[in-house]
C-alpha cells in the first residue's frame, strides 16, 4: 500500500510521534493505521527519553481532597487529543490522588512514591504511559494547602486549577471564592498586598494621562484626583476589591465581610501557562519527512 502524506498526517496527528516515526510504522504495517499504532506504542518505551525533549504544553489538571486539605498537579502532554485519552485521564487522576495521600509538597519527591491504587511509582507509570501513547508526558508542578480553616478546590475546563484557604464563612463560600478566581484571576489577594512599585508606576501613568488644565490644579485636588483612579485600578487587580462573579451587586470584601470570612490565600495554576509552545506547520512537515 502507498504510503500517503495524509496517512503520515493522521499518525502523527493520533499518535503524537514524530513525522518519520510514522513512516517507518506505516510502511512496516502495509499502511495500516491501527497496527502502525500498536507498532508504536510498543517501541514507545524505549524512546520515551527521547520524547523527553519534545514540548509538551497541552495537558490537564487534576485534583484530590479530604477534610482541610487538597492538591492540585499539572501533567502536560504534547496535544490535546491527548490530554483527553482515558489512559491519561486515569493517570493524572492517580497523580493527584498520590500526591495527596503521601502527604509530598513537590514534584520530585512525587515522582519516586507510588502512584495511586498500583505498584509502580509516578514515574514508572509515566514511562509505560509514553510507551502507550507515544507522547512526551511531564508532570510539572503541583500546589497544596493543608489547614484547619476550610480548603476548596476547583477545576474549570481540566486547563485552570484553583485553591483557596478560607477562614470563617463555609465550604460553598470557599468553593464560590475558587470559582471567582478561577475566572477573575485577580494577581493579589488583598489591597496590602499591592507592591509599593506596582502603585508608584500607577501614579505615574495616571499624572502622565492627565491634560494641563487638570494638573494646574490644587496640589491636594490633583492627588485626590490621582489617588481615586489609583484605588479603582487596585479593586481590579485584588480578590477583594473585585465584583463577586456569583453576585456583581457586591464586591468579594463585601460578601466576605457578611459571612464573617477572610480568604488567608489562595493559589492559581493554568495548563501551559510559562511554556513556550511551538506552532507547527503539519503540511510542510509532512512534505519533508515524504522526500526522505
Known amino acids: 500500500m502507498e504510503i500517503t502524506a495524509g496517512l503520515v498526517k493522521e499518525l502523527r496527528e493520533r499518535s503524537g510521534a514524530g513525522m518519520m516515526e510514522c513512516k517507518k510504522a506505516l510502511s512496516v504495517n502495509a499502511g495500516d493505521i491501527d497496527a502502525s499504532m500498536e507498532y ?129 464563612g463555609d465550604m460553598e463560600l470557599a468553593r464560590g471564592i475558587a470559582m ?39 496640589a491636594e485636588i490633583l492627588e485626590k484626583i490621582i489617588g481615586g483612579k489609583v484605588s479603582k485600578i487596585v479593586n481590579e487587580v485584588t480578590l477583594y476589591g473585585q465584583s463577586y462573579v456569583l453576585n456583581t451587586d457586591l464586591s468579594v470584601e463585601a460578601t466576605l465581610k457578611a459571612a464573617g470570612a477572610e480568604v488567608v490565600g489562595f493559589q492559581r495554576i493554568a495548563v501551559g501557562e510559562g511554556i513556550e509552545k511551538v506552532v507547527e506547520d503539519y503540511a510542510a512537515e509532512v512534505a519533508k519527512a515524504m522526500q526522505v
Open 40 to 168: 508504536l506504542r510498543k517501541t514507545g518505551l524505549a524512546k520515551a527519553d527521547k520524547k523527553s525533549d519534545r514540548v509538551a504544553a497541552e495537558g490537564r489538571i487534576a485534583m484530590a481532597s479530604e477534610a482541610g486539605k487538597a492538591v492540585l498537579v499539572e501533567i502536560n502532554s504534547e496535544t490535546d487529543f491527548v490530554a483527553k485519552d482515558d489512559n491519561f485521564l486515569t493517570f493524572t487522576q492517580g497523580v493527584a490522588n498520590a500526591a495527596l495521600n503521601a502527604g509530598v509538597t513537590n514534584v520530585e519527591t512525587l515522582k519516586s512514591n507510588a502512584i495511586d491504587g498500583g505498584g509502580a511509582t509516578v514515574e514508572e507509570a509515566r514511562a509505560e504511559l509514553i510507551a502507550k501513547i507515544g507522547e512526551n508526558i511531564q508532570v510539572r508542578r503541583m500546589i497544596k494547602i493543608d489547614s484547619a480553616n476550610h480548603v476548596a478546590a476547583y477545576i474549570h475546563g481540566g486547563r485552570i486549577g484553583v485553591l483557596v484557604e478560607l477562614k470563617g
Open 180 to 218: 471567582h478566581i478561577a475566572a477573575m484571576n485577580p494577581p493579589y489577594n488583598k489591597a496590602s498586598d499591592v507592591p509599593a512599585d506596582f502603585l508608584a508606576k500607577e501614579k505615574e501613568i495616571e499624572m502622565a494621562k492627565m491634560t494641563d488644565k487638570d494638573k494646574s490644579k490644587p
